[in-house]
């Protein structure tokens, strides 16, 4: 099973500002889901990518999968109150049978 | 459509009792999957079913937990006896397991042990 290394572990900006985290591997993906988590709450999908040097925008989302396949980041632009939460990266190995892996994410919290 | 079901939604306990928590996956989702979070951490896989057969269990502390999916619907999580570090969220998630598709979580239960 891979490991998936996510940085920074925690984030805190203010209202306004632009960030991009990290999802980082020594193994090679057939594809990884990026996945938001508020408190209480339970994981949600935000975008799945695919193909090594994707690039996917989510309104102020924009999602990036390595050429290689074997990292990601997802950049924020113009941060809001309402994106704070755990944001999680995660992928199946290339075998199919294992479960989906998370990463230890990384805690992103917005200031007014 | 219906998202995942679980229930209770939290759970306090002493430490050596017993402990079940029940997942009703969203209908026609073949693949269900047990996830453990502790506070602060990404959520760690314990158990994956294909309808009613476990496919991977190799992370589930089998001296303690057990999982069943009977019919290959509903599932349910047992610990049996709990300790202090079994004290985390235990999020249940089911997929259509086509080929990279997402899972869907439910909201977890929260448990702690005293």
């Known amino acids: 099973t891979q490991l998936l290394e996510q940085s920074p572990q925690f984030l805190s900006i203010q209202e306004g500002e632009n960030l991009t985290v990290y999802c980082n591997s020594s193994s090679v993906f057939s594809s990884l889901q990026w996945y938001r988590q508020e408190p209480g709450e339970g994981p949600v999908l935000l975008v799945t990518?695919?193909?090594?040097?994707e690039v996917k925008k989510l309104k102020r989302l924009t999602f990036q999968f390595g050429d290689a396949r074997k990292d990601s980041s997802l950049h924020i632009t113009a941060a809001q109150t309402g994106d704070t939460g755990l944001y999680l990266c995660a992928a199946y190995s290339g075998g199919g049978a294992d479960g989906l892996t998370f990463g230890k994410g990384t805690h992103l919290i917005i200031q007014p | 459509e219906a998202g995942v079901a679980q229930s209770p939604r939290y759970k306090i306990i002493e430490k050596r009792q017993s402990v079940a928590f029940w997942c009703n996956p969203i209908?026609?989702?073949?693949?269900l999957y047990w996830y453990q979070q502790i506070l602060g951490q990404g959520p760690k896989l314990l158990i994956q079913?294909?309808?009613?057969?476990?496919?991977?269990d190799s992370q589930l502390p089998k001296d303690r937990f057990s999982a069943e999916r009977l019919k290959g619907v509903d599932s349910t999580l047992k610990i049996q006896p709990a300790k202090l570090e079994d004290s985390a969220v235990y999020l249940c998630a089911s997929s259509t397991r086509r080929r990279d598709s997402p899972l869907h979580f439910g909201n977890g239960t929260r448990l702690t042990v005293t």
């Open positions: 990518v695919v193909t090594g040097g």
């Open positions: 209908s026609g989702h073949a693949t």
């Open positions: 079913f294909q309808n009613n057969g476990v496919v991977d």
